[in-house]
């Protein structure tokens, strides 16, 4: 994505979200984002969150370079290019940029970068725990994660009570 300071320079967005959760993980902002930053930017949330299996991603210069299809391929990620012209093909994505667009950028007249990330953070930070989404029965990303780590922890201890009461008597 791209947006611009009030003084009409550009700079760039590089908003990192899971389908699943819909956790927006991390926006990046700067005056440019290149494949090496990309890659960066992965590992630093990578050692908070783990890695995908695999990445959706458009077919722009940062994304097409060699520097993430190595960081991808070291580390056994996929990435699943969207065909060009069609960004239905990442509707989650679309849907998240749409949101972000009309409820931040639009909202706001930066006057710097750093003001850009930081009013941009406290959006990101609402957008996770403050704001329900319908695709998560109007739970936030932050309570959806939550009530699922809950749910495989349920899972855990009753398997492992169901394994003991297997265990025969002497």
């Known amino acids: ?11 760039k967005i590089l908003p990192i979200l899971d389908e699943y959760t819909r956790k927006c993980f991390r926006i990046e902002v700067d005056n440019s984002i290149n ?3 990309v890659c960066r930017v992965l590992g630093e949330i990578s050692q908070q969150e783990g890695l ?14 060699k520097a993430l299809d190595a960081w991808a391929y070291q580390r056994g990620v996929k ?9 239905v093909e990442n509707c989650y994505m679309e849907s998240f940029n749409g949101k972000f667009r009309d409820e931040c950028l639009n909202e ?10 930081d009013i ?3 959006w990101r930070i609402d957008y996770n725990t403050e704001r329900p989404h319908s695709s998560l029965d109007n739970l936030t990303p932050e ?16 398997v492992a009570i169901s394994i003991n009461a297997e265990i025969p008597k002497s």
């Open 143 to 158: 309570e959806f994660i939550r009530q699922e780590k809950e749910k495989i922890a349920a899972a855990g201890v009753a």
């Open 79 to 87: 990435l699943f290019f969207i065909t060009p012209g069609k960004p």
């Open 35 to 37: 494949g090496v930053r």
């Open 108 to 117: 706001h007249w930066f006057l710097s970068i750093p003001q850009a990330r």
């Open 1 to 11: 994505m791209k947006d611009a300071l009030g003084d009409g320079r550009k700079f």
């Open 52 to 65: 995908p299996e695999i990445i959706i991603i458009d077919n722009g210069p940062e994304f097409i370079g």
């Open 120 to 122: 941009i953070e406290s």
